[in-house]
């Protein structure tokens, strides 16, 4: 069994420092493999995470999910093989960029993490929050136009989480105007993270080829 | 590709909301999978009266019931995450190219 970490053009692909790790090619695309992990933990996650990003600091990369694995080098080669042009075409999609991520939640204050003293005002509240997430929302969609070549709101309801996939050499002035707009939000909590691999824009509805 | 051959996504672990086969994971499995249709009831029931809501008109007392039935709803929830040992990220179900279910 080995242990599957990202896809990238074979042209691109980097030299791996990391023991164990290797590149399998077909066809435009290599893929980025390791010895079998251990058990599920923690540790093992942020692993595979750090070679992912490792991979993605050299060239374009379709991260994949922790705990992905093939039986051998052959049957990856042989995914590699069967899926390649939806890959490629996904690739090429996310070319040159990397993903900024924002998260924004009102912040839990000690009132209101107790019970609402009336249906009334636990209505309140929930229009309170979803006027306060849509407003940010609809900031940060002005604030990142023409700015990002993709921006997508993530599910979840209790906070505003966007992705967004900003070229690479835009991914500095960005990351500065969110955290500029982050510390006037004083009324949410803000954390902007990145740049990473772009995990959120490798499923895109399209023929994935992947089996959940 | 199978069940664990590889998808795109995110960094950290994704717990899969299948059912297991061994059998002590089957009421888990099960109790996960339920819960987590409740939760996306419950979620749209949300947001279905935040915009009646908004969009005024509903009296007072209407309001109120609204409010103390998604507040009831909303404890029942976390009652039963809770009591089967589930935190709110578990009760969501991987779509795969989709996305996540919440």
Redesign the interface.
Known sequence: MIT?YAVTWRADAPVLDEDGLALLADGDLAMVVGPAQGT?S?DD?LA??RI??QVASAADV?????????ADTDAARA?LR??GSAWAARLQKVEGCAEIAIRAAPPASEAEAE??E???????R??SR?RLLDGAENELGELLTGRCRVVRR????EELRLSCLVERANVEPVRSLLEEWASARTDMLVTVTGP??P??F??????????? | ??????????????R?ARIEADPEQVERGLVQLVLTLVELLR?LM??Q??RR??AGGLE?DQ?????????LLD?KMTELRDHFGLEPEDLNI?????????
């Open positions: 599957l599920a923690r996650a595979h995470g992912v990003e379709l991260p994949i999910r922790y705990g992905a694995t093939a995914l069967e899926h019970r609402a009336s249906g009334a005002e636990h209505m309140a929930l229009v979803t993530l599910a979840g309801h990473w691999a995990y959120s490798v499923a895109d509805g399209e023929d994935s080829g992947v089996a959940l | 590709m199978t069940a664990d051959g590889p998808g795109f996504g995110e960094p950290e672990p994704r899969r979620q949300e947001r009266a935040i809501v908004e007072d309001v109120e019931e609204l409010g103390r039935t998604l507040m404890e991987d779509l795969g190219p989709l996305g996540r279910l919440l």
